[in-house]
């Protein structure tokens, strides 16, 4: 179906409660719908926007249209959680109802001050004709999580220099200044991060570009967050426009981050090394951190991409959030962990210890549609190592290894229906190492995969029949040692 702009840009609040209804009943019916990740009730999922941890509890918004699998007019929805396994729907979080963001309440992030949590966002407006206008706004939630938008924007105006594609604010505090970066696009098209500080978070005063060695990588950067973690400065950021390169750069756009010493907030210098994308594999995009009361640097993606078609799409709904990943540096890099907390999940279990030797095996309990597999290969001497999982006769999604290349491959060509397939349906990186854990987290319509213990991670939806539910071991010329174990998941509550 073709959506006009006027579907696109209708309200909630004029659907009717039947409609709304039988949007519902639509999307239940959905082969795909997850178990343990925030998706939504209808409609269409983005970036996780406002994540943070206030009054005892997770909060995570996401960008969401209630009304359709397509970009529309963006609402705020507002989920929360005690414990970051379990999150309850909230509602709509922030509408866009008013001048300042009467074409979508754009991604924004949330920081604690005065006892409220602030919400900062970009109100995206248009003219008459649909020439872009942003606005960057506050919104504050109180104890009781009553959200009141402030009635005026707090940065009305584009500096000169960029153009209109300026959006998605990240706020943090540093001494007593707030800062926030904002993704921008140059007026010679290409994108870039700027920095502004404020006393309060309503007074905002421009300090400049973010000073990096990228000047020209990409046309726009979305979705930009700085924070500072084991003593370095780690600038995530999601840019559009680069070419794919050997390995890396395959999907539609990318998200990474660049590690350094801490930005100086004076000179807005950032030294840092190069652009390394955070997830490797085929949907991943605008992720959003913040630290809690443990002290922990918390990542939440998107598990989609823009303008790309979805095989919910005809279901009425589309995509979903990661799960929740600890952050650390090691070695010069980002290292992803799922939360702990994830183990609360885990029902029962069942584990094998084997030798494969050029042969491919299953085993006794080893299958499932909503399962954490954790498997080691060590002494390693097979040429390629690796997992078959959500397959049958004719379906499987594979995750290898191959120890010459020394290199992990994702492939999807037979998971299903296969989205984006003009992107590729494989995804491969370089890890280097004898022996191989995998972690995965395989839910009804989607995979993350944690290689060893965060060293690179590959996030992926899969689109298979409910009844592709084996998982297979192999080893491919020569021999391994396999421990693996299976746990059973529960649907979070
Ligand atoms: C990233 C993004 C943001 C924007 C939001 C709109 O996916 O394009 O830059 O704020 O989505 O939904």
């Known amino acids: 179906m073709e959506w006009t702009r006027k579907q696109r840009y209708r309200r909630i609040e004029e659907a009717t409660k039947e409609e709304l209804n039988a949007l519902k009943e639509k999307v239940n019916k959905s082969i795909w719908r997850q178990k343990f990740h925030i998706q939504p009730v209808t409609g269409l999922l983005n970036d996780p926007n406002g994540f943070s941890y206030f009054n005892g509890e997770y909060h995570l918004f996401y960008q969401w249209f209630p009304l359709g699998p397509v970009h529309g007019l963006k609402y705020w929805y507002h989920t929360k959680s005690k414990d970051l396994v379990n999150w309850q729907n909230v509602g709509i979080g922030i509408k866009p109802n008013d001048y300042f963001d009467s074409h979508g309440a754009y991604s924004g ?158 000179t807005k210098v950032f030294e840092h090394g190069k652009f390394v994308e955070l997830d490797r594999g085929f949907d991943f995009y605008a992720p959003q951190t913040t630290i809690d009361h443990k002290g922990r640097r918390l990542l939440v993606g998107w598990m989609g991409l823009p303008e790309i078609e979805y095989p919910t799409d005809k279901d009425g709904w589309a995509h979903c959030l990661t799960l929740p990943r600890e952050l650390t540096v090691q070695n010069g890099k980002l290292i992803q962990c799922p939360v702990k907390e994830l183990e609360a999940l885990r029902q029962d279990s069942v584990n094998v210890k084997d030798i494969l030797d050029d042969e491919k095996k299953m ?16 002494n390693m001497e097979a040429d390629e190592v690796g997992i078959e999982f959500r397959s049958c006769n004719d379906e499987k999604t594979v995750i290898s290894y191959n120890r010459k290349e020394q290199k992990v491959t994702l492939d999807r060509t037979h998971s299903g229906e296969v989205p984006a397939k003009e992107y590729g349906t494989t995804r491969t990186c370089s890890v280097e190492g004898d022996t191989l854990k995998l972690h ?44 693996t174990t299976k746990y059973n998941l529960s649907t979070m509550n």
């Open 109 to 266: 992030s949330a920081i604690c001050h005065d006892g409220k949590l602030h919400l900062m966002y970009t109100g995206n407006t248009r003219d008459e004709n649909w020439v872009r206008h942003p606005y960057q706004c506050l919104a504050v939630m109180n104890e009781n999580g009553r959200i009141e938008k402030l009635q005026e924007p707090v940065i009305k105006e584009v500096p000169k220099g960029y153009t209109d594609h300026y959006r998605d604010p990240k706020v943090w505090k540093e001494n007593d200044t707030f800062y926030a970066v904002i993704g921008a696009q140059r007026e010679n098209k290409t994108g870039c991060i700027v920095l502004y500080s404020s006393p309060d978070l309503k007074n905002w005063t421009f300090e400049g570009e973010v000073q990096t060695k990228l000047k020209e990588f990409g046309f726009m950067w979305e979705c930009p967050d700085y924070f500072e973690l084991d003593g370095k400065g780690v600038l995530i950021f999601s840019p559009q426009g680069l070419e794919p390169k050997g390995d890396e750069f395959q999907n539609i756009y990318q998200s990474g981050y660049l590690l350094g010493n801490t930005l100086d907030l004076k």
């Open 440 to 483: 995965l987290f395989v839910d009804t319509s989607s995979v993350e995969i944690f290689i060893n213990d965060g060293v690179e991670v590959f996030t992926s939806r899969i689109f298979p029949r409910p009844e592709s539910k084996d998982i297979r071991f192999f080893a491919r010329n020569g021999k391994v040692t396999l421990d």
């Open 363 to 378: 085993y006794e309990g080893f299958n499932g549609t909503t399962y954490e597999l954790i498997c080691e290969f060590t």
